[in-house]
T-cell receptor, first 112, second 115 residues
Framework: DAGVTQSPTHLIKTRGQQVTLRCSPKSGHDTVSWYQQALGQGPQFIFQYYEEEERQRGNFPDRFSGHQFPNYSSELNVNALLLGDSALYLC???FGRGSEAFFGQGTRLTVV | AQSVAQPEDQVNVAEGNPLTVKCTYSVSGNPYLFWYVQYPNRGLQFLLKYITGDNLVKGSYGFEAEFNKSQTSFHLKKPSALVSDSALYFCAVRDRGGSQGNLIFGKGTKLSVKP
């Protein structure tokens, strides 16, 4: 079991550009959540996908959008990048209400 | 609103000594509680969780945590610290009454174990 895998591991983008990050959940998991972790901070919830629909959303602008595919993999898209979007983006997968979330290694996004 | 507080930015412990990393939480209902560890430039690794039952929860790598409902705390403990335990530790809460939704994380506590 490969666990949760994310790609790419590192990314450098220019202000105003758009970026797509990808996540494959742990085998058997059907729910994918995305988090943003700024330097020195705890992860902040962006949104969660279940059955290909956004089930819950955190306090992030509409520039942040996502998608879940039939195989449960997911994408995070960020439009009109700002310098403040520079962070580690973490994908987490889970199954069941009380289950722990398993995290990928993250994508380090740098906006210049 | 749900929240998690980790009052210590850093905890310093000598190898072989017991360690405690503190966490308090606030949720509207009954909580699911979690501890995660993060090594530099890595994702979060699950350590342990409290769902229901025994207030003392045992997890990975010899860590344990005690759920205290009256004090709304979920402190992480280990009887004998190792240098390899040095990392960033995050406490997280999920509202049991909500959807299988988001985790609310504390800001993290850096644990430094010296030989």
């Amino acid at each position: 079991d490969a666990g949760v895998t994310q790609s790419p591991t590192h990314l450098i983008k220019t202000r105003g550009q758009q970026v797509t990050l990808r996540c494959s959940p742990k085998s058997g998991h059907d729910t994918v959540s995305w988090y943003q972790q700024a330097l020195g901070q705890g992860p902040q919830f962006i949104f969660q996908y279940y059955e290909e629909e956004e089930r819950q959303r955190g306090n992030f602008p509409d520039r942040f959008s996502g998608h879940q595919f039939p195989n449960y993999s997911s994408e995070l898209n960020v439009n009109a990048l700002l310098l403040g979007d520079s962070a580690l983006y973490l994908c987490a997968s889970s199954f069941g209400r009380g289950s722990e979330a398993f995290f990928g290694q993250g994508t380090r996004l740098t906006v210049v | 609103a749900q929240s998690v507080a980790q009052p210590e930015d850093q905890v310093n412990v000598a190898e072989g000594n017991p360690l405690t990393v503190k966490c308090t939480y606030s949720v509207s209902g009954n909580p699911y509680l979690f501890w995660y560890v993060q090594y530099p430039n890595r994702g979060l690794q699950f350590l342990l969780k409290y769902i229901t039952g025994d207030n003392l929860v045992k997890g990975s790598y010899g860590f344990e945590a005690e759920f205290n409902k009256s004090q709304t705390s979920f402190h992480l403990k280990k009887p004998s610290a190792l240098v390899s335990d040095s990392a960033l530790y995050f406490c997280a809460v999920r509202d049991r009454g909500g959807s299988q939704g988001n985790l609310i994380f504390g800001k993290g506590t850096k644990l430094s174990v010296k030989p």
